[in-house]
Antibody, heavy 118, light 112 residues
């Protein structure tokens, strides 16, 4: 059973950098694609991007110019960087994972609320 | 980008009664491998989303058989045969055929 634990700064000022990290426990790190999904307050879900254990990334074109997803296979962790942030980036951010050979997004982190305010 | 549209957006249901949620995609989600890349997720209040159905009709591990998914191409349906109080939350469909993966707006199920 794969479990995800995420952390990072929850309060940012406009133009700063959002940084979140997700640690993976259990399961096979290399069998999964690791992703980030966000949810603005009271709204729906938006897929941000994904990375595999080799470091191959795919991003949502709407965020591509500001997003970097990276992986540290030695620690079974992956990270999200978004810069610069604005009020529109305020959201609940989830890390998540899915296996190759699609079987759905079968593991989710607990979520990190990010607020952007001057 | 593929746009996902759900209906209804709000669904009040009496416990024990069935419920049905529709999801339509702006492009066919049928891959040439024969699978429809459409999932269903439930986000219970204050929780992370959880997987219910993947590839259109496959129940995820531990999901009660009260939940079923059907459809192909651009039209999909999630059915709950008998709603329970524990089913309250927001249901999302998601397409995984094409990057960027995208979600429907969500359907809020409430128990009367």
């Amino acid at each position: 059973q794969v479990q995800l634990q995420q952390w990072g700064a929850g309060l940012l000022k406009p133009s700063e950098t959002l940084s979140l990290t997700c640690a993976v426990y259990g399961g096979s790190f290399s069998d999964h694609y690791w992703s980030w999904v966000r949810q603005p307050p009271g709204k729906g879900l938006e897929w941000i991007g994904e990375i595999n254990h080799r470091g191959t990334t795919k991003y949502n074109p709407s965020l591509k110019s500001r997003v970097t997803i990276s992986v540290d296979t030695s620690k079974n962790q992956f990270s999200l960087s978004l810069t610069p942030v604005s009020a529109a980036d305020a959201a609940l951010y989830f890390c998540a994972g899915y296996v190759g050979g699609w079987k759905g997004v079968d593991c989710w982190g607990q979520g990190t609320l990010v607020t952007v305010s001057s | 980008d593929i746009v996902m549209t759900q209906s209804p957006l709000s669904l009040p249901v009496t416990p024990g009664e069935p419920a049905s949620i529709s999801c339509r995609s702006s492009q066919s989600l049928l891959h040439n491998n024969g699978h429809n890349y459409l999932d269903w997720y439930l986000q219970k209040p204050g929780q992370s989303p959880q997987l219910l159905i993947y590839l259109g009709s496959n129940r995820a591990s531990g999901v009660p058989d009260r939940f079923s998914g059907s459809g192909s191409g651009t039209d999909f349906t999630l059915k709950i045969s008998r709603v329970e109080a524990a089913d309250v939350g927001v249901y999302y469909c998601m397409q995984a055929l094409q990057i960027p993966y995208s979600f429907g707006q969500g359907t809020k199920l409430e128990v009367k």
